[in-house]
């Protein structure tokens, strides 16, 4: 089976015919978040195939360590059960695990909710204001679409990630900041280097250890295919192996 590579890493359903139908209402049957805990969810994941398993074994192996990690797959994938997991298994599990959608902030205030602000820094700044980054000090956050962070932030975030220092808005005061970043995307971020649209050093401080994780959606759906035909899924696992370790190596 093809695992696609590509813009929103889309699985290739043209090997079974018989799962595209079944798509809308596996969406449905598979929505992870309404999950009562990141366990109980990772259970149902692994449960379904070989494909997630290896996604957990990448997991356990990078948890441990405070690599940054970046979370590949497309829309509905649940790349949050994920970034919990592995905070939750990291040595900073007691510590906060803080997360930020970046696409559902507006862009003028994007800088605000990562950095923080002062009082009076600019218009409707009443109070003095914590970031996300600062809240995630010894601890983990999560960058959900990473992809949609503007240009002029980038480079603001890339010195959080090398130099773990940042400033609030309105302040001369460095600030210092030990997180562990987790990001996640469904958009192909080398396509947006050639676009401009990301900074390249950017990018490869992000991709310290990147993850793959197979579309939720339909994967029920190709196990009972597999099993219909009287095939291991184990074949599906070693597909999922082989294009993280392609991801990984870039």
Partial sequence: MNWTEGANYNVNTAEFPDV?????????????????????????????????????????????TDSTVLLLGETGTDKELIAHAIHDRSRRKNRAFVKLNCAAIPTG??????????????????????GRVELADQGSLFLDE??????RLQVKLLRVLEEREFERLGSTRTRQANVRFIAATHRNLEEMIAENQLRRDLYY???????????????????????????????VGSTMRDQNKRIQQK
């Fill in 20 to 64: 595209a139908s079944s798509v809308v209402s596996m969406d449905q049957e598979l929505d992870l978040k309404q999950t009562t805990s990141v366990e109980a969810g990772l259970a149902g994941i692994v449960g379904q195939s070989a494909a997630f398993r290896e996604v957990l074994q990448l997991v356990e192996m990078v948890a441990e």
């Fill in 109 to 130: 205030l994007l800088e605000s909710e990562l950095f923080g602000h002062e009082r009076g820094a600019f218009t409707g700044a009443v109070a003095q204001k914590t």
């Fill in 146 to 151: 990473i992809g949609d962070i503007p240009l």
């Fill in 205 to 235: 401080a992000l991709k310290i250890f990147p993850i793959l994780i197979p579309p939720l959606r339909i994967m029920a759906r190709v196990n009972e295919v597999l099993h219909a035909r009287e095939l291991s899924d184990t074949a």
